[in-house]
């Protein structure tokens, strides 16, 4: 069974700092993907990260893939109130055909 | 706004009622997902349809039946739930089928069950 180890699990900012979310697994995906989810609604992609090494941003967030197609990062520079949501990494293909494995999430909350 | 349709967003229901849950998407995509999520929780596979089949079922209980009507339409029956069945169901979709490189999942906006 694959699994994704997603930390932090709860993170409580102020309004203008920075943070990281990291997601870690034994296993290679062939794809990991970051989704935001906020209270009352479904989750929304946010970026798919294919390639190991990989960097992709998106405004404020910037998403990374490890060499080895193990484990991802994602950095939110100058942190909003808007960003506050649950956070979940999902780790495609490996062993685990046909379905996504995901992270525990990560519920992040920014304080203006 | 959601492309995948999720109706109705909120139901309650007692434990020998028989209710459904449906979803629609009309990106043409040919799998369709029902996850169960728990509060600030990671959603959890339930069923996967791929191309109009039943391709995977995560064991869950026979309380909880899935149907496919056509590449659009994805219908969750509910029987004999009991209360810790209360969780949010969200409908997903993606642009391919089930296979070694898994597609990006298009949520609905999810149906809010609760059993009584």
């Known amino acids: 069974t694959q699994l994704l180890e997603q930390s932090p699990q709860f993170l409580s900012i102020q309004e203008g700092e920075n943070l990281t979310v990291y997601c870690n697994s034994s296993?290679?995906?062939?794809?990991l993907q970051w989704y935001r989810q906020e209270p009352g609604e479904g989750p929304v992609l946010l970026v798919t990260?294919?390639?190991?090494?990989e960097v992709k941003k998106l405004k404020r967030l910037t998403f990374q893939f490890g060499d080895a197609r193990k484990d991802s990062s994602l950095h939110i520079t100058a942190a909003q109130p808007g960003d506050t949501g649950l956070y979940l990494c999902?780790?495609?293909?490996?062993?685990?055909?046909?379905?996504?494995?995901f992270g525990q999430g990560t519920i992040l909350t920014v304080h203006p | 706004d959601t492309e995948v349709t999720q109706t109705p967003k909120h139901l309650v229901m007692g434990m020998t009622n028989k209710k459904s849950l449906k979803c629609e998407q009309h990106?043409?995509?040919?799998?369709m997902y029902w996850y169960k999520q728990k509060a600030k929780k990671p959603p959890e596979l339930m069923f996967v349809?791929?191309?109009?089949?039943?391709?995977i079922n995560e064991s869950v209980p026979s309380r909880f039946s899935p149907e496919c009507p056509n590449s659009s339409l994805l219908n969750l029956h509910l029987h004999a739930l009991q209360p810790e069945d209360s969780a949010l169901y969200l409908c997903?979709?993606?642009?391919?089928?089930?296979?070694?490189?898994?597609?990006?999942?298009?949520f609905g906006e999810g149906s809010r069950l609760t059993v009584l």
């Open positions: 997903a979709s993606s642009l391919g089928a089930a296979g070694a490189y898994t597609g990006e999942l298009f």
């Open positions: 296993s290679v995906f062939s794809s």
């Open positions: 990260v294919v390639t190991g090494g």
């Open positions: 999902a780790g495609g293909g490996g062993t685990s055909y046909g379905k996504l494995t």
């Open positions: 990106m043409g995509h040919r799998a």
């Open positions: 349809y791929s191309y109009e089949k039943l391709s």
